[in-house]
């Protein structure tokens, strides 16, 4: 399995501001995902972006990463009070069977 | 369906019982997890199903923690004599391939589980 440590544990800021959330792995991946998780409840797919990409964007998020440094970030511009909620994310690495695992999360709040 | 379904959404069971909690994939979704989450910790790796390939049963915490999917579909995750730090909620996940490009996996709600 492939886990990826997400950073800081926790985030607060004011409804307007960006948010930039940090995600470190180990080994080599093909491809990186973020998950979104509200109160406990399901995790929702954001976002993936593959190991032959640097930056891709969906609509107020942006992720970006670095396989020389094995980090990537998620940055949520111009936050809402909606966007709270924890953050995950998710190294898939190349070959067999794809099996995510996931740290802690990062748990963003956004005050109104 | 349109998306994983778990089911019961809540149970309450008391200790030393045996529950069974359901999970419906995504019609055509080869893949099929569950993981657990305890209050405030990351998703715990349960369990996972692939086709017609043996489970990777290497997240299983103990041997009353067992799991089966029945043709391939529907998947049942048993949990006997239930103890108290069996409490968290219990969520299944399914993706449409393994590996390989398309590997977005899509969660349930989840079940909730509390053993008092």
């Known amino acids: 399995s492939q886990q990826g440590e997400e950073d800081p544990q926790a985030l607060s800021i004011q409804e307007g501001e960006n948010a930039t959330m940090n995600c470190s792995y180990k080994?080599?991946?093909?491809?990186l995902q973020w998950y979104r998780q509200n109160s406990g409840r399901g995790l929702v797919h954001l976002i993936l972006?593959?190991?032959?990409?640097r930056e891709k964007h969906s609509g107020r998020l942006r992720v970006t990463l670095d396989t020389s440094k094995k980090s990537s970030s998620l940055l949520i511009t111009a936050s809402r009070a909606a966007d709270t909620a924890s953050y995950f994310c998710?190294?898939?690495?190349?070959?067999?069977?794809?099996?995510?695992?996931f740290g802690r999360g990062t748990s963003l709040i956004v005050h109104p | 369906g349109a998306g994983v379904s778990q089911s019961p959404s809540n149970k309450v069971t008391e200790k030393g019982k045996d529950v069974e909690l359901r999970c419906d994939p995504i019609?055509?979704?080869?893949?099929l997890y569950w993981y657990r989450q305890s209050l405030g910790q990351g998703l715990e790796f349960l369990i996972y199903f692939q086709g017609n390939s043996a489970p990777d049963k290497s997240g299983l915490p103990s041997d009353r923690f067992s799991a089966e999917r029945t043709g391939g579909s529907v998947s049942t995750l048993t949990i006997q004599r239930t103890q108290q730090e069996d409490s968290a909620v219990y969520l299944c996940a399914s993706s449409l391939v393994s590996g390989g490009r398309r590997n977005t996996i899509y969660f349930g709600e989840g079940s909730w589980l509390t053993v008092v």
């Open positions: 972006i593959r190991s032959n990409e």
């Open positions: 998710a190294p898939g690495r190349p070959g067999g069977s794809y099996i995510p695992t």
């Open positions: 019609s055509g979704h080869t893949a």
């Open positions: 080994t080599s991946i093909n491809n």
